[in-house]
T-cell receptor, first 111, second 113 residues
Framework: AQKVTQAQTEISVVEKEDVTLDCVYETRDTTYYLFWYKQPPSGELVFLIR??????QNEISGRYSWNFQKSTSSFNFTITASQVVDSAVYFC????????FGTGTRLKVLA | GAGVSQSPSNKVTEKGKDVELRCDPI?????LYWYRQRLGQGLEFLIY????????KSGLPSDRFSAERTGESVSTLTIQRTQQEDSAVYLC???????????FGPGTRLTVL
């Protein structure tokens, strides 16, 4: 069975602070993909990143960075110098084709 | 190019009525998925179509739910005899193939009175 855990229900930070969103993906599969999606107040899910289970290289894209550690089943997402526009619910998901989504972390960035 | 589109954007219905939700995937995407998102919760997988293969219906919550897909294009999700617990946002996603990233539509918000 697969399981995605996002233990942080809600996080509030002040603008320009760094924030890390945690995700743990548990599976017996050796090949799988991991994802982060952003769901702003408008409701539409926006794809952020996809990683496969064989690639543990950290990835940086602008103010976003991701750290995947297979040994701990963690796929954490860091936003550097957060902005008010980053306020959204962030979902972590994992799987091969049938994604299991976490319950999401609501990020509030205060001006 | 155009993204995934869904219609209607909002649907209000009375308990016991049937509803049909429509999804137009990105052109060329062979895989199509339906998810349900209840208020304040994560996404719940419902059904998956890949080309001409038999769909994976393992996430459908009851036999009141069914979905069809015409070739590699439009899909409809039908809920018969709607119940109040069916109220949710129904999201459709498509991907180039089953191993590729899924891109989501804006969803249909279903309210059952």
């Amino acid at each position: 069975a697969q399981k995605v855990t996002q233990a942080q229900t809600e996080i509030s930070v002040v603008e320009k602070e760094d924030v890390t969103l945690d995700c743990v993906y548990e599976t017996r599969d050796t090949t799988y993909y991991l994802f982060w999606y952003k769901q702003p107040p408008s409701g539409e899910l926006v794809f952020l990143i996809r990683r496969n289970s064989f690639d543990e290289q950290n990835e940086i894209s602008g103010r976003y960075s991701w750290n995947f550690q297979k040994s701990t089943s963690s796929f954490n997402f860091t936003i550097t110098a957060s902005q008010v526009v980053d306020s959204a619910v962030y979902f972590c998901a994992g799987g091969a084709y049938k994604y299991i989504f976490g319950t999401g972390t609501r990020l509030k960035v205060l001006a | 190019g155009a993204g995934v589109s869904q219609s209607p954007s909002n649907k209000v219905t009375e308990k016991g009525k049937d509803v049909e939700l429509r999804c137009d995937p990105i052109s060329g995407h062979t895989a199509l998925y339906w998810y349900r998102q209840r208020l304040g919760q994560g996404l719940e997988f419902l059904i998956y179509f890949q080309g001409n293969s038999a769909p994976d219906k393992s996430g459908l919550p009851s036999d009141r739910f069914s979905a069809e897909r015409t070739g590699e294009s439009v899909s409809t999700l039908t809920i018969q005899r709607t119940q109040q617990e069916d109220s949710a946002v129904y999201l459709c996603a498509s991907s180039l193939s089953s191993a590729d990233t899924q891109y989501f539509g804006p969803g249909t918000r279903l309210t059952v009175l």
